[in-house]
């Protein structure tokens, strides 16, 4: 799998995930197989304030490349001083790719009109992406749901705004926001994104098994799996 200049020996990658992915856990995961790996998510304003916590979160040794930097937050603005502040790291301190979160549901997340939020309003979703692939030295990202809630989902939408605001790929949990981590991920929707734009498209949601791997590649036709 490839993604911008980004090359990945296999489709399988490891999730972001908040207090749980940190430096020795990547490095766990890139020894047992995964082609790359992200960060936990990481405030964009503490980054453009220079909070030490923030900036830990952001480092990483050599061996966990390809990473990807997360990065969370609502203001276009502060969302590309965050991006280039991470692109005027030196090249072994850069990552490789920067990711946005716009899947998160935690209450506190979506109350700052962050993560999950953005997916009710995509032309502030579409600016942030755009400004940071802007200003950005390497491949931009976007982690999303299928939407909101059902009744407001719109998943081939959603992709086609994200690759047309410049995004290299996107990783999509086949669930909304609504339905949190309950019930079973919706695959079709990822299906659908899939069809929809011309960039990787990476499925997440429900992968507990090499097997399930395997299935949503067959079954979505997507380009990648992150497992979680």
Do not use: Y
């Amino acid at each position: 799998m490839q993604i911008g200049p980004v090359h990945f020996a296999s489709p399988f990658l490891l999730a972001p995930l908040a207090g749980v992915s940190d430096s020795p856990f990547r490095r766990l995961a890139r020894e047992q197989g995964a082609a790359g790996v992200v960060t936990e998510m990481v405030s964009a304003d503490g980054l453009v304030r220079g909070q030490r916590p923030t900036l830990a979160l952001c480092r990483f040794t050599p061996e966990e490349r390809p990473i990807g930097v997360q990065i969370f937050g609502s203001d276009p603005g502060v969302m590309a001083d965050a991006t280039r502040r991470l692109c005027e790291l030196s090249a072994p301190e850069r990552p490789d790719w920067i990711d946005v979160n716009a899947g998160c549901p935690v209450r506190k997340v979506v109350n700052r009109r962050a993560g999950a939020a953005l997916l009710t309003d995509v032309p502030r979703l579409a600016a942030i992406v755009s400004g940071m692939v802007a200003i950005s030295r390497v491949p931009v990202t976007v982690k999303m749901r299928l939407g909101w809630d059902d009744g407001s989902s719109d998943v081939a939408g959603l992709a086609r705004a994200m690759e047309d605001a410049g995004a290299a790929a996107l990783a999509i949990h086949a669930r909304t926001r609504a339905g949190d981590f309950g019930g079973e991920a919706r695959w079709e929707g990822i299906a659908e994104a899939r069809r929809a734009v011309h960039i990787p498209v990476i499925g997440n949601g429900d992968v507990r098994a090499p097997e399930d791997a395997t299935r949503m590649m067959e079954a979505t036709g997507c380009d990648g799996v992150m497992v979680g």
